[in-house]
């Protein structure tokens, strides 16, 4: 393995901690633990992490409901993730895949398993990274990796919430997010963005664009909804 990489396992069980987390440091990864939703978003707040090992049965938030918030963000929608899935509970499985979750290992597992897949996922998120990822529309330019905006020539100067507003329209341009579904996008641990705070950021947004702020248009009592080319 070249370089240490960081492992953030998110799990209420401590049995399952107490097996995987010197498992993994004895592998040499860096390891971060969480026991729900909230600690995980303080830890990836805080540090860089390569893999979340994420128990789909959370209290509080589910693990489906963090993985998906996890994807969405552009600040963490490159963490590759693999899912702890009860054996018999196929559905959590293909929910979880198509959410976004790499891979899987079902209850109970072998930790030489684990550790196999954690491995791979390095391997391939390491080899990912060597390319941009870069979503462009109607003269907007988003940088994932660089975490920036380019409006035409001209660099847009934005706040984490509004670069993560502008990148969820983008990702789903002609299509109008109603309030609640922006709400849940962008809502974090305990932090709770009601329909009035999303239109102050959506007329922040919109100012730093420029014309192209036009773009976003409002669908009056449903939501917000990005016109592209």
Same mark, same amino acid.
């Given at each position: 393995?070249?370089? $240490?990489?960081?492992?953030?396992? /998110? +799990? +209420?069980?401590?049995?399952? *901690?107490?097996? =995987?987390?010197?498992?993994l440091t004895d592998a040499g990864y860096t390891v971060r633990t969480a026991t729900d939703a909230n600690q995980a978003f303080s /830890?990836?707040?805080?540090?860089? /992490?390569? #893999?979340? /090992? =994420?128990d789909i049965q959370l209290p509080g938030i589910s693990g489906l409901k963090l993985l $998906?918030?996890?994807?969405?963000?552009?600040?963490? %929608?490159?963490?590759?993730?693999?899912?702890?899935?009860?054996?018999k509970s196929e559905s959590d499985k293909v929910t979880g895949l198509?959410?976004?979750?790499?891979?899987? #290992? &079902? $209850?109970?597992?072998? #930790? $030489?398993?684990?550790l196999a897949r954690v491995g791979a996922l390095i391997r391939r998120s390491r080899h990912?990274?060597?390319? %941009?990822?870069?979503?462009?529309?109607? !003269?907007?330019?988003?940088?994932? +990796? %660089?975490?920036e905006v380019v409006v035409g020539k001209r660099k847009a100067d934005l706040r984490p919430m509004e670069f993560a507003l502008?990148?969820?329209?983008?990702?789903?341009? !002609?299509? #109008?997010?109603?309030?609640?579904?922006? @709400?849940? &996008? =962008?809502?974090? !641990?305990?932090?709770?963005i009601? @329909?009035? *705070?999303?239109? %102050?950021h959506v007329k922040n947004l919109r100012q730093k664009l420029g014309s192209a702020g036009d773009r976003i248009e409002t669908i009056y009592g449903i939501g917000y909804k990005f016109k592209g080319d």
């Open positions: 393995m070249t370089g $240490k990489a960081t492992i953030l396992l /998110v +799990d +209420d069980d401590p049995a399952i *901690t107490e097996v =995987l987390e010197p498992a /830890v990836l707040a805080e540090d860089m /992490v390569d #893999v979340m /090992v =994420l $998906k918030l996890i994807k969405e963000d552009p600040k963490t %929608a490159g963490v590759a993730v693999l899912m702890l899935t009860l054996r198509d959410t976004g979750a790499d891979d899987y #290992v &079902a $209850k109970p597992f072998s #930790v $030489k398993e684990v990912a990274g060597q390319t %941009a990822r870069v979503l462009e529309a109607a !003269g907007i330019r988003i940088d994932f +990796d %660089a975490f502008l990148a969820r329209l983008m990702q789903h341009a !002609g299509q #109008v997010l109603t309030y609640r579904i922006l @709400s849940e &996008a =962008l809502s974090e !641990g305990s932090r709770i009601t @329909s009035e *705070t999303l239109y %102050a």
